[in-house]
């Protein structure tokens, strides 16, 4: 089992910045990747960024040069700084954690993000 709690969401003008942060807890030694999701109204959840345990990342191209994903393990923490706010990058993020094995997935509760134009 794993569990994430998300924290650090907000309301944000456009250009501005926030940092999510994700505490991970339980079985973290199981954990393949993390990832940053996030779904707007009335939209399907899609893949912002994610994290291999070798440190490699990736983006969605929407993102690309404005939002950074990293980790710490010494605090089992993983984070998400989002630099150059857009109004479309408004919606609940979720962190996620796939676990070795199974594949499993496990999900946080969601962090709301807003950006004003």
């Known amino acids: 089992q794993v569990q994430l709690v998300e924290s650090g969401g907000g309301l944000a003008q456009a250009g501005g910045s926030l940092r999510l942060s994700c505490t991970v807890s339980g079985s973290i030694h199981s954990i393949v990747f993390l990832d940053w999701h996030r779904q707007a109204p009335g939209k399907q959840r899609e893949l912002v960024a994610s994290?291999?345990?070798?440190?490699?990342?990736n983006y969605a191209d929407s993102v690309k040069g404005r939002f950074t994903i990293s980790r710490d393990d010494a605090k089992n923490t993983l984070y998400l700084q989002m630099n150059s706010l857009k109004p479309g990058d408004t919606g609940a993020y979720y962190c996620?954690?796939?676990?070795?094995?199974?594949?499993?997935?496990?999900w946080g509760q969601g962090t709301q993000v807003t950006v004003s134009s």
């Open positions: 994290i291999v345990t070798d440190g490699s990342t």
């Open positions: 996620a954690a796939t676990t070795y094995g199974s594949g499993r997935v496990y």
